[in-house]
T-cell receptor, first 114, second 113 residues
Framework: GNSVTQMEGPVTLSEEAFLTINCTYT??????LFWYVQYPGEGLQLLLK?????DKGSNKGFEATYRKETTSFHLEKGSVQVSDSAVYFC?????????????FGQGTTLQVKP | DSGVTQTPKHLITATGQRVTLRCSPR?????VYWYQQSLDQGLQFLIQ???????AKGNILERFSAQQFPDLHSELNLSSLELGDSALYFC????????????FGAGTRLSVL
């Protein structure tokens, strides 16, 4: 079945450091890919998305490129801030049957220290 | 604020009991999704409704059921509760389904003692 694998956390960085959170997926067909962020005590918020190969999603300085050849969707940010501390989830949306259900990775906790 | 409202925020109950979680989707959204977030299973899709009808089912236990009402709000019913049902339950909504963006509520934290 379809699945998403993220790098284990927690990831601890100093402010202004470069961030990469790895995400790979297994899917039949051509899923849409997402990064969601969960701040403490809150629900998930969509951070960015990509719907086809080579698409780049970007938002708030975060970027991820849909790489079909490596089945990856790694999240990057050039300079993290303390306010970026949160749990990040990579997810795919199956296209079959128009269900839209999301399959999530296990989440990666990011802690940014001043 | 995502526009998706979940009540209650917290629920504490005992094993064997039954609870109902409620979700009001964003105005205009026809699809409602339920997800369970637990430490051991992570975030898992439970069930989706579209305009009152069940559209997709995930790893939802037989003790759990859901429905979507004519005003499009949804309820998730959990019965014969076990300690392992303790989790954060999220509701999400989208305009229709497919590749539409899903907007998540803040969740209901269920503690089964």
């Amino acid at each position: 079945g379809n699945s998403v694998t993220q790098m284990e956390g927690p990831v601890t960085l100093s402010e202004e450091a470069f961030l990469t959170i790895n995400c790979t997926y297994t899917a039949t067909g051509y899923p849409s890919l997402f990064w969601y962020v969960q701040y403490p005590g809150e629900g998930l918020q969509l951070l960015l998305k990509a719907t086809k190969a080579d698409d780049k999603g970007s938002n708030k300085g975060f970027e991820a490129t849909y790489r079909k050849e490596t089945t990856s969707f790694h999240l990057e940010k050039g300079s993290v801030q303390v306010s970026d501390s949160a749990v990040y989830f990579c997810a795919l949306s199956e296209r079959s049957g128009n269900t839209g259900k999301l399959i999530f990775g296990q989440g990666t906790t990011l802690q940014v220290k001043p | 604020d995502s526009g998706v409202t979940q009540t209650p925020k917290h629920l504490i109950t005992a094993t064997g009991q039954r609870v109902t979680l409620r979700c009001s989707p964003r105005s205009g959204d026809l699809s409602v999704y339920w997800y369970q977030q637990s430490l051991d299973q992570g975030l898992q899709f439970l069930i989706q409704y579209y305009n009152g009808e069940e559209r997709a089912k995930g790893n939802i236990l037989e003790r759990f059921s859901a429905q979507q009402f004519p005003d499009l709000h949804s309820e998730l019913n959990l019965s014969s509760l076990e300690l392992g049902d303790s989790a954060l339950y999220f509701c999400a909504s989208s305009v229709a389904g497919g590749r539409d963006i899903q907007y998540f509520g803040a969740g209901t934290r269920l503690s089964v003692l």
